[in-house]
């Protein structure tokens, strides 16, 4: 099993990532055990950190955000410091929803979500532009969503 996780905890993480609205007596049902038992083992995923919140499913489209961007970002300088700065300074951009520090040829990769493309050049020229230690972005657009999971793959859980 994962990281003292049994068969019954890996049930449940998989049905809350299905609907994180299920009442305990529901995945109680479906586990085919009583509620208490449900309810502390969900307690203790989330004490040890495996569950970590829970959240709607927004479709960004519905409340205009129609425009998805991908940044790839170097920085001029690699000190700890100049990345402390940098994972600060990009924590306080709401238009970013993921930032991901990256091997390779790019230092950070960001998901930007804005409502067109007006926005994302404000975006560029008066916010990211402006973070200390940037080098060089390069953006790419989003034509076609296929898929945008959120739960954990299947041969896991």
């Given amino acids: 099993m994962l990281k003292n996780l049994d ?6 993480i998989k049905l ?11 995945l109680a ?6 509620n208490t038992p449900v309810f502390d ?5 989330e004490k040890k950190g495996v569950i970590t919140g829970y959240m709607a499913k927004i479709n960004r489209d519905a409340i205009g955000l129609n425009l998805m961007a991908f940044c790839t970002l170097t920085l001029k300088g690699h000190r ?11 924590n306080e ?8 520090h990256l ?6 990769l960001l998901k930007v979500l804005v409502r067109d493309m007006a926005d994302y050049q404000e975006f560029i020229t008066k916010k990211l532009t402006k973070l200390s230690n940037i080098d060089k972005v390069q953006s790419s657009f989003v034509l076609t969503e296929l898929k945008n999971e959120t739960t954990l793959p299947q041969n896991i859980v």
């Fill in 29 to 34: 049902d479906q586990l085919n055990l009583s």
């Fill in 103 to 108: 091997t390779g040829t790019f230092d950070y």
């Fill in 80 to 90: 700890a410091e100049y990345l402390e700065d940098f994972q600060r300074e990009v």
């Fill in 41 to 45: 083992r969900i307690k203790r995923l």
């Fill in 7 to 12: 068969e019954t905890d890996l049930k449940i």
């Fill in 16 to 26: 809350l990532q299905k609907n994180a609205k299920s009442t305990i007596k529901e």
């Fill in 93 to 100: 951009l709401t238009e970013v929803v993921e930032c991901y």
